[in-house]
DNA sequence: TACGATACGGAACAATGTTCCGCTTAGTCA
DNA sequence: TGACTAAGCGGAACATTGTTCCGTATCGTA
């Protein structure tokens, strides 16, 4: 969490107001640029927007994931913390994992590239950290409720399986050949225990 | 196949011979630059490795993408005609897909990064054609077999399902946690149908 | 108001894909 | 064999993008 810690809110001490205000300046043009040119958007294209410089950006976000993680902090918060309501609010576990993973898969496909930028190898490792780190043990403990309830079978890993999800939703744009939903759902499948009579 | 076509071997007519031999070093220098270095080696290593300029590469190869077709070209084959033999040695035509698609992860798998660069969006359209075009009437068929055995559930198309596989492909050095091949197996088997007794 | 630390802007650098053009050379024809 | 022409070549040059650096401007304070 230390790079994505320094680049969040923080509103507590010792910062010039102009930084604050280009640092919220930046969220907001990034937000805005992300949404209408996707996430691979030129950091130029951020500054301009912002009316700063390339400079200002990388003062207040070492590396573009940063930059990333930081717009969208609160969307990633609230699906980790959907896992446990969904949970306690849903009879099956397995259906609790269901919709939880719909909404994981919402989250990807609305944010264009996001999946692929994800995955990338290129100096995205904070973002994947960041994402990873605080989905996954989300995702351990509804696959750990579904085995417990023997609706699935053991043996799958969190973090494999959230890293899946975010492959399959990659390049879902240009196509509509190509659904990630369903192909998630026959994931979800496989992993369905049969019923034991 | 327009574009991987004018690139292939067209041993024919009319062509100089320096010409003739630049293509296959540069062939065979991308070949051994994409071994070491990943398909996303830049184009004037290979260039190098292969004593051209740059200049060269593109005259025989408009874009990137065409090299690596090139490159492959004949391990695409071997795989597409794969499918029909395996179709007509197996008894089951799930076992046959099931052996056919662990083929084509091997080989995605084999290449560094060619899964990453396969679902890339930038002009690497010439590239996902031809894989596409060229396999997936291969997977049609042996899924189409499978369902005329009743051995899966109809209604999965083999677009959907190659790109599915070839994104699950993508990243997989770099992180022992993450194995592919168990996520493609949990897709098998919600593919298919329970024996109904 | 003056001063020091903080922050800013954007030029500059590096990596990479692609294009362009003057020079070289293979192949041909007398 | 010796030109001659068109095919082919090399690599400089251009465009794009991420990232760094540093002289300058600004904020907050004494």
Redesign the interface.
Known sequence: MSTADRSAQAPTRSKRADALRNQQALLTAAAEVFATSGI?APIRAIAARAGVGVGTIYRHFPARADLVVAVYRHQVEACAEAGPTLLADTDSPLTALRRWVDLFVDFLVTKH?LA?TL???SGFDALHSYFLDRLVPVCAQLLDAAVDAGEITPG??A???M??IG??C??RD??P????R??I????????R?PSP
């Open positions: 691979d590239g692929n995955e990338s190898d799958t890993h973090y494999e399986l890293r899946g492959n399959l990659i390049g240009s196509d050949r190509y659904d990630p369903r192909l759902e026959l994931l979800l499948q496989g992993l369905q049969p």
